[in-house]
């Protein structure tokens, strides 16, 4: 079965910045879109950002738009989100979110596998 582990989480001051990574097992990576989401105390899970299986195509929630970088290094089975610029409503549980199905451009909430998820903590 799909594994997916994160880490990489902690506190930060606002500014600061962090860079998660989420290593997966279980299939063949390279075909298959990844995604970050988070979950901040009482709020709905929200999308981050995700990479196509190409690495060609990634696309960015408005809220950490230009200052948040999906990359994934295939050889590896990682998927890394590079946080700058972090702010205190970044503050969340952020998961690492697979596609189910190979071959697409994006990660949906509705149809992938889940990590346990790592907390970032920005202080002001």
């Known amino acids: 079965q799909v594994q997916l582990v994160e880490s990489g989480g902690g506190l930060v001051q606002a500014g600061g910045s962090l860079r998660l990574s989420c290593v997966a097992s279980g299939r063949t990576f390279g075909t298959y879109a990844m995604g970050w989401f988070r979950q901040a105390p009482g709020k709905e899970r929200e999308f981050v950002a995700t990479?196509?299986?190409?690495?060609?195509?990634?696309v960015y929630g408005d809220t950490v738009k230009g200052r948040f970088t999906i990359s994934r290094e295939n050889a590896k089975n990682t998927v890394y989100l590079q946080m700058n610029s972090l702010k205190p409503e970044d503050t969340a549980v952020y998961y690492c979110?697979?596609?189910?199905?190979?071959?697409?451009?994006?990660?949906?909430?509705?149809?992938?596998?889940w990590g346990q998820g790592t907390q970032v903590t920005v202080s002001s």
């Open positions: 990479v196509s299986w190409t690495g060609g195509n990634t």
């Open positions: 979110a697979a596609a189910e199905n190979p071959h697409t451009h994006y990660v949906y909430s509705s149809s992938c596998y």
